[in-house]
């Protein structure tokens, strides 16, 4: 897709999130219409979460009738439609719906355009802080707050004894191998600072240098981590598996994710920490 092409889609789609925003946060002020259940894996959904991809999905739809979306709360789509799509829309109309739950101000609008396997455009809106990060391959990533809109930048990795290296970690998803790559950073780095966030914004904690790195090594969906990788990668970091790839998508018969690694910068550095983990 060519560089004007994206540059127009980075305002479009942070107007369809935005409206999603709105759909949510309605919702969110009022208990009695959450109507919540729980799916066959036991996740929460709300008819907040519904009420996101209605809008998302008429809106894309409207905007770009050619490319197909795949949305967390749509039906399974098989493998064998999947693969002819060399375009698609990633989409997961409320990220973190535990957060919702919980009254936390840390879920998102995640949003993303996928060519080719790769994620080339990621819209992450937090409506309820009011804060929108939107990216596209070529053209920066970006906070809007309001009317202020600010570049991001990821931070460079600290030299030992600089300063702590700050890694922010899933509030509610954290397992051994978590903890044994923490420690392992912290016996070649130095003292560790840990903050906690909900769900896509770790990632985007990273990209604006908040943060230094957001492990994970537990399941994700591929919804989850699409339109936050742009950002990150934009602002100068990665989001890559344990062998330092970056994540594609729409590759595979599963949409679920492997492990992998939010870093501001030094990809090489955290595979190589990765390499040295006992295997799983």
């Not at 560089?3 to 009022?30: C, N, P, T, W, Y």
């Not at 391959?137 to 991001?152: D, I, K, N, S, Y």
Request: some cysteine.
């Amino acid at each position: 897709m060519q560089h004007s092409e994206l540059k127009q889609l980075m305002g479009d789609v942070q107007g369809i999130a935005e409206a999603a925003g709105q759909e949510i946060m309605a919702i969110f002020r009022d208990e009695s219409r959450w109507a919540v259940e729980h799916k066959a894996d036991d996740s929460p959904l709300t008819a907040a979460d519904l009420a996101a991809h209605r809008v998302i999905l008429a809106r894309l739809t409207a905007l770009t009738p050619e490319i197909p979306v795949i949305s967390e709360e749509s039906e399974a789509i098989p493998r064998d439609v999947r693969a002819q799509w060399s375009r698609c829309w990633m989409v997961d109309p409320l990220d973190g719906t535990k957060e919702f739950i919980a009254r936390s101000n840390e879920f998102t609008v995640n949003i993303a355009l996928i060519e080719n396997g790769e994620a080339i455009l990621g819209v992450v809106h937090a409506p309820a802080a009011g804060i929108v990060y939107v990216a596209a391959r070529g053209c920066g990533a970006w906070h809007a707050e309001g009317t202020t809109v600010r570049p991001v930048l990821s931070a460079p990795v600290p030299a030992r004894g600089e300063r702590a290296v700050r890694i922010v970690a899933s509030r509610r998803h954290r397992g051994a191998r978590d903890e044994a790559f923490c420690q392992a950073v912290g016996e070649r780095l130095g003292e560790i600072e840990f903050s906690t966030a909900g769900s896509a914004f770790k990632i985007c904690v990273v990209a604006e240098g908040r943060a230094d790195l957001y492990p994970r090594f537990g399941p994700t969906m591929e919804w989850d981590t699409a339109a936050g990788q742009v950002v990150v990668e934009e602002a100068g970091g990665v989001l890559m598996d344990e062998q330092g790839r970056p994540f594609r998508y729409n590759q595979r018969d599963t949409l679920l994710n492997g492990s992998f690694i939010v870093a501001g910068a030094e990809p090489a550095l955290w595979q190589d920490i990765c390499a040295s983990l006992p295997e799983a």
